[in-house]
């Protein structure tokens, strides 16, 4: 359980996030929506303690976040899980090394353990055969998956993604939203995602939270999400004729 | 804007980043790899070219050396005395460091901040491990191996030196290696490998430094990159200025 306190983030002079207070329950997957530029990757860093914020708090489990020791970070840290917007994998390392990373970081286990565990997630993610490319000879959605891989291979209790599937092609796309779904409810794990895209949003938004202008308009669940009477929200989510048209079905099915 | 305000800050992170580089060291497992390939980037793959600045720019030392001493007079050693003493004591550690500030000094800089533009600092931040311990300690450690670099450019230094003066008929060998060998003085040694270390702090640390408190994208890996050669190589001349004060003036 992640809980967050009237957050503000600012720039210089920019106000990013202007006071934002939600909560992320664990064994469930949370989805921050909003339109680009909103604040969702700046939130998402405030969240991580990538980034400092000049007011609020953000606790793990009730323990305030920058009241923690650094040993204490370091060890909460070892349990995160994180999938940046520009997937950030290291590039002097291979595919595979870049995945065993934290395992060899954080984990006694042997090589072979290692290998296996490396084997098991590029797997799951659809990348058996690319273990000894180097990242910049892998396709970007190729670099998303491995970044995915990477932070789900220690068994984080807290993942956060950036976008997931941002560049993926909608089969893989949905391929990576059920993983998360499923390592979410597999490990009860806490998960939060960034994304712009509609069909996750339907899927397995179990709480979506939508930011707009630095603050939280709104918040709810992919079911709430087809009720919801907020002008911001159905325009941003219900911009295109297509999702207009799946709502007016999902209502008409479910009334 | 660059006030004095954000030049004492900036010392002051400088200062902070050399404590942290011994802070909370990463696994010795995953740290011997990155050391290795270090030692491999930086010390080897500069011994080509100072080995050949060396060799040549001792042969000039030579040349002119010997062009300069038209008076009867002068002892013919002399053209060895001098060129082993302007390669020991300033060529090969001061010249040879400038010269790996724009080398080595830009490749820490810009592979850092490479890896800071595109998150990869971020990343290892996330995960917990001390990016500055993980990313400039195996820098630091490799360039522990750069007295031996400068060994290597004393020594082509002054054989250039031999070659260029025997076989451009400046003077014979014998009186080259005389001259060499001529008051020989162990402190000036002492002196000069006593600088080599303190350049070698500076070569792993401020172009560190650079690339990882970088801001902005690729454009600024660039400026990021001349910025700390300009201060490495600043800061080299100085020390240089103050150690040679302290030690033989
Ligand atoms: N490091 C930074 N320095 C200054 N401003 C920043 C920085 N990072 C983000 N911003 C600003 O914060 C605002 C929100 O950016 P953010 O990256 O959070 O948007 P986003 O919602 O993630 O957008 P997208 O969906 O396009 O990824 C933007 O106006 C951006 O210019
Ligand atoms: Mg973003």
Known sequence: MIEVKDIHKSFGDAHILKGITTSFEKGKTNLIIGQSGSGKTVFLKCLLGLFEYEEGSISYEGKNFSNLTRDEKTNLRAEMGMVFQGSALFDSMTIAENVMFPLRMFTKQSK???EDRVNEVLQRVNLENAHNKMPSEASGGMQKRVAIARAIVNRPKYLFCDEPNSGLDPRTAIVIDNLIQEITDEFNITTVINTHDMNSVMEIGEKIVFLKDGLLEWEGSS???FRTENEAVTNFVYSSEL??????MYLEEND | MKTPITYLENIGTYFIMIKDIFRRPTKWSVMKPLILKDIDDLIIGSLGIVAFISFFVGGVVA???SLNMTSPIMPKYLVGFATRQSIILEFAPTFISIIMAGKVGSFITSSIGTMRVTEQIDALEVMGINGINYLVFPKFIALT??????SIA???GILGGLIACVYGGYGTMEDYIEGVQLDFEPFHFIYAFI???VFAFLL?????YYGYFMKGGALEVGKASTTSFVWTSVMIILVNFLLTSLLLG
């Open chain 1, 112 to 114: 072979s353990e290692m």
């Open chain 1, 223 to 225: 079911e709430t999400i």
């Open chain 1, 243 to 248: 999702f207009r048209k799946v709502r007016k």
């Open chain 2, 63 to 65: 040349i002119q050396t």
């Open chain 2, 145 to 150: 191996l750069y007295p031996f670099v400068i």
């Open chain 2, 154 to 156: 004393m020594f082509l």
């Open chain 2, 195 to 197: 600088k080599t270390f």
């Open chain 2, 204 to 208: 792993a640390t401020i172009p560190s």
